[in-house]
């Protein structure tokens, strides 16, 4: 069993800026991408950004945070950022970290519980 523990959200104006983490509990679980979901209140999740967690680290946004936000990883991969820059008050809601890992059996999804994150205008 994976279990993710988000950080980092906030209150923050307009142009703001933050940096969400995403830790997992067990570093020896083998996984093998990591990404970070928006919910806006009364909204889907949606995809903000993924990496693998291979030597390549090839990263994936959404359209609208590219230029603005980047996701990274430390070096033993326990942990996944979101650093988050230029801020939008659109950029309000929950925010996930999803990561794939392998379970014993499989490849299964975790999820972390989200960290808010607000945007005022």
């Known amino acids: 069993q994976v279990q993710l523990v988000e950080s980092g959200g906030g209150s923050v104006q307009t142009g703001g800026s933050l940096t969400l983490s995403c830790t997992r509990s067990?570093?020896?679980?083998?996984?093998?991408?990591t990404s970070w979901f928006q919910q806006a209140p009364g909204k889907e999740r949606e995809f903000v950004a993924g990496t693998a967690h291979d030597d390549a680290g090839t990263s994936k946004y959404g359209d609208s945070v590219k230029g603005r936000f980047t996701i990274s990883q430390d070096s033993d991969k326990n942990t996944v950022y979101l650093q988050m820059k230029d801020l939008k008050p659109e950029d309000t809601g929950m925010y996930y970290c999803k990561r794939r890992c392998w379970s014993g059996s499989k490849y299964d999804d975790y999820w972390g519980q989200g960290t808010q994150v607000a945007v005022s205008s």
């Open positions: 067990s570093a020896y679980v083998y996984c093998t991408y």
